[in-house]
């Protein structure tokens, strides 16, 4: 059966899907899952408009909670007692039976009100008879409800006041809220939490990353806009383009292994799934989730790895395959994939129906944009068809143009290979009379690879990218120039760039993962640079695209995927869904995957290393 959580922990919110819009707040949003036994448990509602939601919401909302009895709105100061946290309550009526006890499914009915509001009563359970049900001790209320419920009898009815100065109970600050509560009912089926199989050693030694440990994601405060890169206000984050600022979670989840976990190993039945175009470190992040699925005690054949990307799910010839861990060793020493890959095949309620007959639990989908919009999908459907199983998400781009993150995996790799052929291409051009090496690199959207690659490799002249514009005619007159100066010229172009030259009429088609399908500057460029030059110029055209995604991954990269790996494993055993796993700010943290896919990450033209490759070239606007 499948417990739908709620966690509120100081600012950050992990809420069900349909509160977003409802409660218009800014912080990522996750679900969290928990198993139960074959007991009875409630799926909180995900519809924007129930009270429910509302509740569940309460650090984005000023809200209250309480019994819906006819309870005078305020009592004597004398009345409330108050805790070492803060909380402030007093018992209308002692109960009679049994207090709860953590893992206790309890029952509780409620009605709230707001001082900032008169008094204004927020719901009423009891006048619908809809008690909220939770679990005591599994975060899916916010601290200040469980605090308020773990002390009270069966019975009993309970005022509290949670002031406004104490936001780690679950209330933005300055906001003053009371609720009244009256438990119903305290169930002793223990929810099926339990100590993670590393309690006995603290984990190695290392100990455990706490359930509220959180990451700020907005880290410059610029003094005005002018200054560099500021052309997004504070809170809200840029994907790299002007036009383009979106709003800029404050927090994100704080990643690795809980002390707590949601699964029984013994009970696990995972699925690791690779989509989209080649990278290097694909192998690495399935080898690491493999290897530490089996840290955490799941028998080795129940680890499937789907073939050839998400159709593999389903199609007849694509069966899945068993992996174990004799079966991954010294794969990361290779390119490529082991499962296989491809674009597209997202059809997500076959996927889903799949899940639920082969009773997979947790499904790790390594992907780009394209293959976390399906992970995405697949975790929306699963909540919609009560399909329990976490989905956890690994960015993986060769473009490193994933939202937020500090860098993807591969990206390192593809720098480094990227440069020898940079490098090849500057002995080409050194070597003849007019000698101009052209060499064209990946970056579909975005232009990181490009950029990177001619900073690090210190020999480019010109760097063309997609998110800066330039004019064919303006690129020859300084290919001239530099012929002038140097006798030489290497010029590096990402795949993305002039597009908008090659598709004048702005006939784009896309292919199977919804990326638009590009032409090829690089044969573009080496055409009319002859016609420029009529004969005067030896053009050297150099395209190392494929040669740079397949190789195995440097040793940077390969210790990055190994991270990426463990924390997917850890998010799922800690209850998490529809997230994905990434480094912020030198940090490693959980996304929301709906914050990730938001937009394609771009160079940003007014950003400091831009500028700085622009500084070292001395290459002029081109437009």
Known sequence: MLQRSVRLAGNFVMISSGCINTCKVRQPWFSKLGRVGQDKSVRLKAAANTRRDILNCSSALFISIGAGHALPL???????????????????????????????????????????????????????????????????AIPAFEEAVQSMQVGGI????????????????NRSQRFTDELISSDMKIFKYRDSPFVVDDNRGGGFVGDRDK????????????????????GVMSNGDEEGCLMLPEWAIRSGPRRTVYHNPKEVLAAVVTCGGLCPGLNDVVQNIVYTLHDHGVPEDNILGIRYGLRGFYERDAKPITLTRSLVDGIHLKGGTMLGTSRGGANVKEIVRRIDLWGLNMVFVVGGNGGNAAAHAIAEECQAKGVVCNVVGVPKSIDNDILLVDRCFGFETAVEEAQRALLAAKVEASSAYHGLGLVKLMGRQSGF?????????????????????????????????????????????AEGAGQDILNSQGNIQTDASGNPILQDIGLHLRSELKKYFKGDADIKYIDPTYMIRAIPTTSNDRVYCKVLGQNAVHAAFAGYTDCTVGMVNTHYVYLPISTIIQAPRKVNPKGSRWNRLMTSMQQPRLI
Not at 104 to 129: F, P
């Open 74 to 140: 305020e009592a004597l100061a004398d009345d409330f007692i108050t805790t070492p946290t803060g909380l402030k309550y007093y018992d209308i009526r002692k109960g009679t039976g049994p207090s709860p006890v953590q893992g206790n499914l309890v029952e509780v009915h409620w009605s709230g009100y707001t001082k900032g509001y008169q008094g204004k009563r927020i719901d009423n359970t009891s006048a619908r008879d809809d008690p909220y049900e939770f679990r005591l001790g599994s975060h899916q």
């Open 158 to 173: 309970r005022r509290v006041e949670v002031p406004g100065e104490h936001p780690e109970l679950g209330y933005p600050r």
């Open 215 to 234: 990451v700020r994601l907005h880290t410059v405060e610029y003094e005005s806009a002018g200054s560099a890169g500021a052309f997004c206000a504070d």
């Open 449 to 493: 690879i490009a950029m990177q690659s001619s900073m690090s490799s210190g020999v480019v002249d010109a760097c063309l990218i997609p998110e800066m514009g330039f004019s064919i005619d303006k690129l020859c007159d300084y290919v001239a120039q530099v012929f002038e100066r140097k006798g030489h010229c290497v010029v590096c172009v």
